[in-house]
DNA sequence: TATTGTTATACTCTATAACTATA
DNA sequence: TATAGTTATAGAGTATAACAATA
């Protein structure tokens, strides 16, 4: 341990943050236009959202999956189509609307846990096995970064 | 070195790959919606690939930006109008169109890459050494991972 | 005929502004 | 008045299919 006190490691490259920003947008890129077949990711994140939280608010669910509320209603309208979710009016405040998942959500969610990782699993089998333990290793770090884990 | 010969190294967890899938799109959207004032990553990431590999064709450009053509023409079609780059066709095969960036997009581009990190930058001073040493270690898988290096 | 790029069209996702219903 | 959510509208980004120009 050489580090001061006030500097605990050496600062970042300052090509790290355009690096690994390129790096994300170009992945999730990728990632979006593979796509799940039926489904497109941002119903399933939100549908997902609503499988671990349990039941949830509208406005709740909004702030989670950082849209605005405008766009989450037109979100829950297609999964409530699609009979994934329920949507109810509070009984004691008739403006909140509580989302919850239906049986139908649970089992598409684990069939398509199964197959959406296809492209970005055959990417990974393309890396070495330091780069794989690389990727392990910052997993967490990148969860926290994207507000996963808060 | 305790592994086989077969399975160099233990396979990643089950939960890697959605866990890594779901980190990344949700980074990419909150560096999507911040945004760079006046121009989207789309065209800057466009941009800046134009200015990188110098004089390119159109078709060639959306290979090496991931979309098919006609997202392409309608990129750069953009890009002409705000007059950073200009389009020729090619003197030998008049159906080839050649890209090139103007010096409006040379001084743009140096301008935007001392912004456009300021939520990454902002996001990444929230974690800790350790989280901040296993995203360094792992850029370079992430760019393996992203096809930015390929 | 084959290739390069464009036009036409449609879809998803998102936002802001204005609105409704309820408290 | 304030809050939760919706409707109206617009814009960006992307795709596929059909086309035009050129080779």
Redesign the interface.
């Given at each position: 341990m050489v580090a001061s006190r006030s500097e605990?490691?050496p600062a970042?490259?300052a090509d790290?943050?355009?690096?690994?920003?390129?790096?994300?947008?170009?992945?999730?890129?990728?990632?979006?236009?593979h796509g799940d077949p039926g489904i497109s990711?941002t119903l399933i994140?939100a549908l997902a959202t609503v499988a671990r939280t349990g039941p949830v608010t509208l406005g709740r669910l909004a702030e989670l999956e950082?849209v605005q509320p405008p766009s989450m209603t037109r979100i829950v309208a297609k999964l409530e189509e699609l009979d994934l979710v329920v949507r109810r009016a509070d009984v004691a405040d008739r403006r909140v609307a509580w989302v919850t998942v239906t049986p139908e959500a649970e089992s598409l969610l684990a069939e398509v846990?199964i197959r959406?990782?296809e492209l970005?699993?055959s990417?990974?089998a393309?890396?070495d096995?330091?780069?794989?333990?690389?990727?392990?290793?910052?997993?967490?770090?990148?969860?926290?970064?994207?507000?996963?884990l808060a």
């Open positions: 605990p490691r970042l490259p790290f943050a355009p690096r690994l920003r390129l790096a994300t947008m170009r992945l999730a890129r990728l990632l979006r236009q990711q994140s950082s846990r959406r990782n970005l699993a990417r990974l393309n890396l096995g330091r780069d794989l333990d690389a990727l392990e290793a910052a997993l967490p770090a990148l969860e926290r970064l994207a507000g996963v």
